[in-house]
DNA sequence: TGGTTTTATCGTAATATTGCAATATTATAT
DNA sequence: ATATAATATTGCAATATTACGATAAAACCA
């Protein structure tokens, strides 16, 4: 009990939820917002920018990255990445193929 | 703690990671492709087609309309709803909007 | 080397989400 | 009215997420 019940569903219904999760928070919202503006970033940065500790920013960082979405050198002291472009693409052809579905089909009587 | 900072966050930001949260579990994204599918829906069916409990349907069903985005009579035994038109492309707007000034901002370098 | 800066990790508390059994409610049919 | 069917609500357990203090690790500089 508790846990999502992935196996329930079709690859493409967990893959678009989970494009979806990294969206569900404000704090990666303004990440990926500020990370595009900058071309590059540091951390320190985003912790002035959101208001939140430098440890929850790390992790939040670190849940855009485990779904391919930053590229970059992440060792040494400053950081320096960006978006990765063809994820990113990848991330938002998920979101139009699924709406564009929708879309085709609904009948909004 | 624990709890999401969103008085921290822009209106903007926190209304788009409100809108990748009801997407942000496959059985939702299944519910959503379903109601799109049939013209109307009856939860019933949704027990059938995903495999969860009647409670659980019921629950992500109602944090989908909490956003607005069913439209239909929810009285009543059979129920009969189907997308909020209305919602539905600004949620889509939302999506875009988001993307479009990624985008246009993004080095990729 | 020692100090400084920056980011990561660990540990833990608070809160949220997911899921379901049991039960209640609502509408319909008989 | 009573039975039946469909959905909602309640209550609770399991798990996940969010947040941060403390601390570690890495890179840099004097």
Chains 1, 2 share one sequence.
């Not at 992935?6 to 494009?19: E, K, P, R, V």
């Not at 978006?83 to 693409?89: P, T």
């Amino acid at each position: 009990m508790g846990a999502t019940k992935t196996h329930m569903f079709t690859i493409s219904q967990n893959s678009l939820a989970a494009a979806a999760k990294v969206l569900a928070h404000p704090a990666r919202i303004a990440i990926l917002q500020y990370i595009s503006r900058q071309d590059q970033c540091i951390c320190n940065d985003l912790v002035d920018v959101t208001g939140l500790a430098q440890p929850t920013i790390s992790q939040h960082l670190n849940a855009i990255k485990n779904v391919g979405l930053l590229k970059g050198n992440f060792e040494g002291k400053n950081l320096c990445y960006c978006l990765n472009q063809e994820k990113w693409e990848e991330l938002q052809e998920l979101f139009q193929s699924f709406f564009g579905k929708i879309n085709q089909n609904c009948c909004y009587p």
